[in-house]
């Protein structure tokens, strides 16, 4: 099994109450080596009364003070990095890219949580459409945020919002889509940078990881090599969810490696 998480939350994000320390303690209860905690800012997230706040960010200097304290204490057991998953919408390059050239991150996700105004998550996006139109719609928009926003290294759960359509992934599938998702894959490795594996999908009851494998098989094809694996826990139970599966699935992708990140630069890793 892969030993490090690469996609993880804590108190730091607005949708998740779990202590930093509790999270440490299930790394090490599961068995890892390595960690990276990848708390949420996103900025000008829309207001919604499930949240009751407005702002979807942390104190950034709070969260580094915080984490280094805790890589210090657990130096000798366990490797912790310090990231962050940043909401892509087309209006923020600039502001993504103060407060990343401003912090020492060792990776940076970047996700698209917001499509034109609204998070699939409150399904108020699909009221009076067709999940197709909605799939269709988010990945255009992460088009739009790909050509705006360079100041990350993986772009997060590619068909994230499959998670909450009607039918979820009943109708959906990489072939269906794939003229939009293989121009976000080239426009992906065009920059630079990679994807992640991320096995949020099975927890939710789709099947299959995010994104859908024949999407990863087809980056490889395309060329791409960077992938990590996270699996977007905000609680300790959800840490390397079904990790067990992630090899097996990679390899069948044509993947030898996966990648993890520190002070931004990718290390590869042979699948185990």
């Known amino acids: 099994m892969i030993t490090s998480d690469c996609h993880m939350h804590t108190e730091f994000s607005t949708d998740c109450d779990t202590p930093v320390r509790e999270m440490v303690e299930g790394a090490l209860k599961k068995g890892l080596k390595a960690i ?39 130096e000798a057991r366990l490797d912790i990095r310090i990231g962050i998953e940043i909401g892509l919408q087309p209006h923020l390059g600039k502001y993504y890219q103060e407060l990343i050239q401003k ?41 739009e945020s790909l050509d705006a926003i360079h100041d990350f290294d993986v772009l997060g759960h590619i068909d994230y919002v499959v998670r909450y359509g009607k039918e979820q992934a009943k109708h959906y599938s990489y072939a269906k889509y794939a003229d939009v998702i293989d121009a976000i894959l080239k426009k992906v490795i065009d920059m630079g940078k990679g994807i992640e594996l991320n096995t949020a999908g099975f ?26 694996v996270g699996a977007d826990g905000h609680k300790p139970e959800h840490i390397a969810y079904d990790f067990e599966r992630v090899s097996g699935i990679l390899k069948e992708c044509g993947f030898k490696y996966y990648t993890e990140f520190k002070g931004r630069k990718p290390i590869f890793k042979q699948l185990p």
């Open 103 to 143: 912090y020492p991150f060792d990776f940076v996700i970047g996700s698209i949580h917001v499509v034109h105004g609204k998070d699939p998550y409150y399904r108020e996006i699909f009221e009076g459409r067709t999940d197709d139109e909605v799939y269709r719609e988010t990945f255009e928009a992460t088009l």
């Open 36 to 74: 990276c905690f990848t708390d949420h800012n996103d900025k000008d997230y829309p207001f919604h009364e499930e949240i009751g706040i407005e702002d979807f960010t942390f104190d950034t200097d709070r969260y580094f003070d915080n984490m280094r304290a805790y890589q210090k204490e657990y």
């Open 203 to 228: 927890k939710y009851g789709l099947g299959f990881c995010h994104p859908h494998p024949d999407i990863i098989k087809r980056y490889r094809e395309l060329g791409g090599e960077i992938l990590t």
